[in-house]
């Protein structure tokens, strides 16, 4: 592949995502068929990896945050995947904000060293 395939092939990119595709705009979300189906832990050397798995097929990779404390962070993570299980995906922030709040974790991140009344 030379630099002008590349970048029309950038180009394309670039104009499909101008479309409006109903599971990627803000009018279609909360009336999108595609859920959280299964989260999956994957540890590699002193890494954990987390696969969440979509009834569309579509599959998403991330990383744990810590690189010490593999059970631990899998543990958190089966915590959090009862929650997660039959959302919707693309609500990215929320979930993020609610699992943050998740009255579990309270005595851990910015609430640790607090006491809750």
Not at 43 to 55: C, D, G, Q
Not at 63 to 78: D, H, N, P
Request: glycine share 12%; charged share 25%.
């Amino acid at each position: 592949m030379n630099r002008r395939e590349f970048t029309k092939g950038l180009a394309a990119l670039g104009a499909l995502s101008l479309t409006s595709t109903k599971a990627f705009s803000s009018k279609g979300r909360g009336k999108i068929s595609m859920k959280i189906t299964d989260i999956r832990t994957v540890p590699i050397s002193r890494y954990l990896f987390v696969e969440i798995f979509t009834n569309e097929g579509i599959t998403g990779l991330g990383e744990s945050g810590t690189w010490g404390f593999l059970e631990a962070s899998e543990k958190a993570i089966q915590t959090f995947k009862r929650y997660l299980i039959g959302q919707d995906p693309l609500r990215i922030e929320h979930h993020w904000q609610y699992l943050y709040r998740f009255d579990a974790f309270q005595w851990f991140g910015d609430h640790g060293g607090t006491e809750r009344h």
